[in-house]
């Protein structure tokens, strides 16, 4: 391709995510001529398929499950009827005012070109776009982010590929609630809709290979997990795998383990994610990737390629909307503010939106014992606080690691009614380095949940 052909830019970003949209924005906003190239619809994978209109649907969720227990508060109420085409259609709603505003807020920036295609690099600074009208452009630039995200990956299942099967975007198209859903995956995704439809009607069997859910807690957080969910009527099975599925007369039949056959309507697989990275063509820009398919990036979030970063989801490792927008700031920082940002030593937080919310943040038990850390353990049940028992909310723990030698928080596990809210207060005490004594010793409102922070780090004592 002759250079007359060539578009040349300061910086292109390939995917409108969470963190490249804003970035893209902010070159802009310096004076970078930007083009940034979005596949599909501009908000990435939160606000269109994942935090935005699931944490909408989990509302109607919530709703109904109050509808339900609202005896438990001396209310008397009729039929629980829900309208899943009315929950479907809020969310729509919610999703397409997020996106159009990401989109609009784009389109806005002077220097910034949006352009709606397919990207793949054709050189070390090149990158060529199918665009969605049908036609080829081919880019330059010496700034190149990659912010493609990730798709949900398959597992190997005979006869997947012969049955319908749902993913986190199909499911929260339905317009039907299942009468007996089969989730696949004991992860955030498959526990948040396992536990939505639920509430929403369905029975519901969450299939885990694992010993336990949420493989990265620790057990007893884990088994709490398990037996909320229990407790809401769902079918765990744990150390259990799917091996065969099969599909007739409108039914789902799935073997696990043991030969076991289970029978249901609907089949849901969120069994992991895996990098939108195998159409762009990354060996032409001499990036690399790890073995699932993940860029590799460094604490400055660049790859093997001078001039080429990656952000988000694609780069492996904390798969966040916070993180990705933190790589955002990060390079922003660096590149436009001549900072020295690195993600050394970030917090991650995160709260997995069951109900009740499960927010951590920092170590767990385990990693702090592994990494040799001498901790003092401190947990209460939920029936410890009394906001909770106020609002009959008593499923639930708190946990909170510290380190022995400093009494600096390592951690915490705040499974509770607005656990990740609760999680937050905790986070800017490890932001702030605050010892542990000044939540044991802090003055906070009655009755809140705030308030049982006396409580638990009291126990770090006991």
Same mark, same amino acid.
């Given at each position: 391709?002759?250079?007359?052909?060539? #578009?040349?830019?300061?910086?292109?970003?390939?995917?409108?995510?969470?963190?490249?949209?804003?970035?893209?924005?902010?070159?802009?906003?310096?004076?970078?001529?930007?083009?940034?190239?979005?596949?599909?619809?501009?908000?990435?994978?939160?606000?269109?398929?994942?935090?935005? /209109?699931?944490?909408?649907?989990?509302?109607?969720?919530?709703?109904?499950?109050?509808?339900?227990?609202?005896?438990?508060? $001396?209310?008397?109420?009729?039929?629980?009827?829900?309208?899943?085409?009315?929950?479907?259609?809020?969310?729509?709603?919610?999703?397409?005012?997020?996106?159009?505003?990401?989109?609009?807020?784009?389109?806005?920036?002077?220097?910034?070109?949006?352009?709606? $295609?397919?990207?793949?690099?054709?050189?070390?600074?090149?990158?060529?776009?199918?665009?969605?009208?049908?036609?080829?452009?081919?880019?330059?630039?010496?700034?190149?982010?990659?912010?493609? $995200?990730?798709?949900?990956? @398959?597992?190997?299942?005979?006869?997947?590929?012969? %049955?319908?099967? &749902?993913?986190?975007? !199909?499911?929260?198209?339905?317009?039907?609630? /299942?009468?007996?859903?089969?989730?696949?995956?004991?992860?955030?995704?498959?526990?948040?809709?396992? @536990?939505?439809?639920?509430?929403? $009607?369905?029975? %519901? =069997?969450?299939?885990?290979?694992?010993?336990?859910?949420?493989?990265?807690?620790?057990?007893?957080?884990?088994?709490?997990? =398990?037996?909320?969910?229990?407790?809401?009527?769902?079918?765990?099975?744990?150390?259990?795998?799917? @091996?065969?599925?099969?599909?007739?007369?409108?039914?789902?039949? &799935?073997?696990? !383990?043991?030969?076991?056959?289970? =029978?249901?309507?609907?089949?849901?697989?969120?069994?992991?994610?895996?990098?939108?990275?195998?159409? &762009?063509?990354?060996? *032409?820009?001499?990036?690399?990737?790890?073995?699932?398919?993940?860029?590799?990036?460094?604490?400055?979030?660049?790859?093997?390629?001078?001039?080429?970063?990656?952000?988000?989801?694609?780069?492996?490792?904390?798969?966040?909307?916070?993180?990705?927008?933190?790589?955002?700031?990060?390079?922003? =920082?660096?590149?436009?503010?001549?900072?020295?940002?690195?993600?050394?030593?970030?917090?991650?937080?995160? !709260?997995?939106?069951?109900?009740?919310?499960?927010?951590?943040?920092?170590?767990? #038990?385990?990693?702090?014992?592994?990494?040799?850390?001498?901790?003092?353990?401190?947990?209460?049940?939920?029936?410890?606080?009394?906001?909770?028992?106020? %609002?009959?909310?008593?499923?639930?723990?708190?946990?909170?690691?510290?380190?022995?030698?400093?009494?600096?928080?390592?951690?915490?596990?705040?499974?509770?009614?607005?656990?990740?809210? %609760?999680?937050?207060?905790?986070?800017? *005490?490890?932001?702030?380095?605050?010892?542990?004594?000044?939540?044991?010793?802090?003055?906070? *409102?009655?009755?809140?949940?705030?308030?049982?922070?006396?409580?638990?780090?009291?126990?770090?004592?006991?």
């Amino acid at each position: 391709m002759s250079n007359k052909t060539e #578009e040349k830019f300061d910086a292109i970003v390939i995917g409108a995510g969470q963190g490249g949209g804003p970035l893209a924005g902010a070159m802009a906003r310096a004076g970078w001529s930007t083009a940034i190239i979005e596949k599909k619809h501009v908000g990435g994978t939160c606000v269109n398929v994942g935090c935005t /209109p699931t944490k909408t649907i989990i509302a109607s969720g919530r709703v109904a499950y109050l509808a339900k227990r609202a005896a438990d508060y $001396g209310v008397n109420t009729g039929n629980i009827r829900v309208d899943i085409a009315k929950v479907r259609e809020r969310k729509r709603s919610i999703v397409e005012s997020f996106r159009n505003g990401s989109r609009k807020g784009l389109e806005k920036n002077e220097g910034l070109e949006l352009i709606f $295609g397919e990207a793949s690099f054709s050189g070390p600074k090149s990158v060529q776009v199918h665009t969605n009208d049908g036609n080829s452009r081919n880019l330059t630039a010496e700034k190149i982010f990659i912010n493609t $995200g990730g798709r949900p990956t @398959q597992p190997r299942i005979s006869g997947l590929d012969e %049955v319908p099967i &749902l993913d986190n975007e !199909t499911i929260m198209e339905l317009d039907v609630v /299942p009468e007996h859903l089969f989730v696949i995956g004991g992860g955030y995704i498959g526990l948040e809709f396992g @536990q939505l439809f639920r509430r929403l $009607g369905s029975n %519901v =069997t969450i299939v885990q290979r694992g010993k336990q859910l949420l493989a990265r807690e620790d057990d007893d957080v884990a088994e709490e997990v =398990t037996n909320i969910l229990e407790d809401d009527g769902i079918e765990v099975l744990l150390q259990t795998q799917a @091996q065969k599925v099969e599909h007739s007369n409108g039914q789902i039949h &799935l073997t696990v !383990t043991g030969e076991r056959k289970l =029978t249901g309507s609907h089949l849901l697989i969120a069994a992991g994610r895996v990098p939108n990275t195998d159409q &762009l063509n990354l060996n *032409a820009a001499g990036v690399e990737t790890d073995k699932r398919g993940f860029v590799n990036v460094n604490e400055r979030l660049e790859t093997t390629a001078p001039g080429i970063y990656a952000i988000g989801d694609v780069k492996g490792g904390p798969q966040f909307t916070h993180i990705s927008y933190d790589d955002y700031r990060l390079l922003r =920082t660096n590149l436009l503010e001549k900072g020295n940002a690195t993600t050394k030593d970030r917090l991650v937080p995160y !709260t997995v939106f069951i109900d009740p919310q499960l927010g951590r943040v920092g170590m767990s #038990e385990r990693q702090a014992r592994e990494q040799g850390y001498n901790i003092r353990v401190a947990k209460i049940p939920m029936t410890y606080v009394a906001r909770a028992l106020e %609002v009959d909310e008593t499923r639930g723990l708190m946990k909170a690691i510290v380190h022995a030698d400093t009494d600096q928080i390592l951690g915490c596990a705040i499974l509770s009614i607005e656990g990740g809210e %609760v999680m937050s207060v905790i986070q800017v *005490a490890m932001m702030g380095k605050l010892p542990y004594t000044a939540f044991r010793d802090g003055v906070f *409102a009655h009755p809140t949940l705030a308030e049982s922070l006396n409580t638990l780090f009291g126990r770090v004592d006991a």
